[in-house]
Nanobody
């Protein structure tokens, strides 16, 4: 069982910055990837940051990972109202039982950007 918990979502004004955190815990052999998706109001969940950065946030969002701590961060600068969304962390981990890869999602953290 792998638990993924996001934190750091708050309400901010446009132009502001936030850093989201994601921590994975539980029983797994190792983590092979951590990234962020987001779901904006009325839209489907979309990719944000992982091996690459989505064009919509490139130059403003930065992903960093500390695999020794099973933690990922999403630094968001120059936030815009259209960045308002629920931000989800996804963790790819190798399961203990058979070493197979599986993606695990957190419950999300809400970011609201006001103009």
């Amino acid at each position: 069982q792998v638990q993924v918990v996001e934190s750091g979502g708050v309400s901010v004004q446009a132009g502001g910055s936030l850093r989201l955190s994601c921590v994975a815990s539980g029983s797994f052999f190792s983590i092979y990837g951590m990234g962020w998706y987001r779901q904006r109001p009325g839209r489907q969940r979309e990719f944000g940051a992982g091996a690459e950065i989505a064009d919509s946030v490139k130059g403003r969002f930065t992903l960093s990972r500390d695999y020794a701590k099973n933690t990922a961060y999403l630094q968001m600068n120059n936030l815009k109202p259209e960045d308002t969304a629920v931000y989800y962390c996804v963790v790819g981990a190798l399961l203990v039982r058979d070493g197979s890869p599986k993606a695990h999602w957190g419950q999300g953290t809400v970011v609201t950007v006001s103009s």
